[in-house]
């Protein structure tokens, strides 16, 4: 995703059965849904060494997904139930403040292992599917997130399969199944890519009729390891030409060119919501990622404010958004830039020849108000222990442009 260590929610069906879903069925379910008329704000978590689930702002979420789970020994698990256990509850203890959150349980992650040998056989995903159900049991959630990266791609050097991509399908089957058999709606949804080579390896027209939402996760559009600086969680469609001359672009022609990308055009929410409605996934189902943390490269060329240049590496892989705002927002030094066409802020500090990338209460909030505008069915982020704590958050900004 969801940088863990870095590095990385919904339509909810109506019908209870343990049988597979007909067409008809699936149609009904999704059109009789609790599908929320405004955008969906959904919030992975981390709980943060303060922690204080009092002072979690629950009342403008819609979900929030604890974060993480691991397949550990073929089931869901913490790594450290005794420490996680009574975080998860006093989370969930927080509907009392907004009866309509649904708190939810992310299983994964970036460089999270087990999937791939988990899904592999009938018996193996039925023992993880078991042992998700007795984890939703004991702690009262109301869903949960699979965040498998990737099916069918080595994510941080995971294990992939060819076969990850039917076994990812039954696996999504079998969950659905599962949450169906409770008393209450309960919400699946995954963690997807946002550049076009994973669904090489995911059938998103098998897959969505279990998901209630995929969250796309719109960050990292421009890695941790590229010496190149650009727009880590772009809104806006960049053409190649818009950036040609640029180190940059001479970068992704490379990568274009070995096939490692599928088009040269920069990455963008925008682009891979394109192409996923036009790949048949319903717009309602699609929910878009915002990054609650940005990346510094260092030894910037001033050309172009330091766009689209090559550095001399990075100076900070991932930085929290509160970091941001406190050392680089309030410093003279550092300059704000906008991109119109990618609907995305930078920084570049011409002294210390450094580089921000980022999202910011204006561009959170463009991003909100396309998904209301595309029809989409909301925004989520990663993660909300990365945002200020002071007036006038991120979260602020997108749950004020929701109401809009």
């Keep these: 995703m969801k940088i863990t260590s870095f590095s990385c929610l919904f339509l909810l069906l109506g019908f209870l059965s343990c049988s597979t879903p007909t067409d008809n069925q699936t149609e009904d379910s999704q059109e009789s849904s609790l599908l929320t008329p405004k955008p969906v ?25 604890y974060s993480f789970t691991n397949v550990i020994d073929g089931e869901m698990k913490f790594r450290n139930e005794e420490a996680a256990g009574p975080k998860i509850e ?9 009866p309509d959150l649904k708190v939810m349980i992310a299983c994964g992650g970036w460089g999270a292992d087990g999937f791939s040998d988990m899904a592999l056989t009938e018996e193996s995903r039925a023992k993880f599917i078991k042992s998700a159900s007795e984890f939703i049991t004991k702690y009262k959630l109301d869903g949960m997130d699979v965040d498998w990266e990737y099916p069918g791609i080595s994510g ?14 039954a696996l999504m089957k079998g969950l659905r199944e599962m949450l169906d058999e409770f008393d209450t709606p309960k919400v699946l949804t995954f963690a997807s890519a946002g550049w076009k080579r994973y669904y090489d390896f995911v059938d998103m ?24 600086t650009g727009h880590h969680t772009p809104l806006g469609d960049v053409k190649s030409e818009e950036i040609t001359g640029t180190p940059f672009q001479a970068h992704l022609d490379s990568l274009f060119a070995d096939g490692h990308n599928q088009d040269p055009d920069p990455r963008s929410a925008e682009k891979i919501v394109d192409f996923l409605i036009q790949s048949g996934v319903r717009p309602e189902q ?21 766009l689209h240049q090559l550095s001399k590496g990075l100076h900070i892989g991932w930085m929290a958004y509160h970091e941001i705002r406190n050392n680089y927002e309030q410093d003279s030094s550092f300059q704000r830039f906008w991109d119109e066409k990618a609907q995305a802020p930078y920084m570049y500090n011409a002294s210390d020849s450094l580089f921000v990338s980022y999202d910011d209460t204006v ?42």
């Design 286 to 306: 699609i929910v878009i990622g915002s990054a609650f943390y940005g990346r510094v490269w260092a030894g910037v060329p001033p050309v172009n404010n330091g």
């Design 156 to 169: 941080a050097g995971t294990m992939a399969r060819p076969e990850d991509t039917v076994n990812f399908t």
């Design 205 to 228: 027209d098998e897959v969505m009729k279990y998901a209630d939402y995929t969250n796309v996760m719109t960050y990292d559009q421009v890695s941790g390891v590229s010496i190149y």
């Design 90 to 98: 006093a989370l969930v203890k927080q509907k009392e403040r907004n």
């Design 363 to 404: 561009s959170v909030a463009l991003k909100t108000r396309y998904t209301m505008e595309k029809g989409l069915g909301g925004i989520m982020f990663w993660e909300l222990g990365n945002d200020t704590k002071e007036e006038g958050s991120l979260l602020d900004a997108i749950y004020k442009a929701s109401k809009d």
């Design 41 to 65: 704000i959904m919030a992975y978590y981390v709980a943060e060494r303060d922690f204080q689930p009092e002072k979690i702002p629950v009342e403008k979420l819609t979900h929030i997904i």
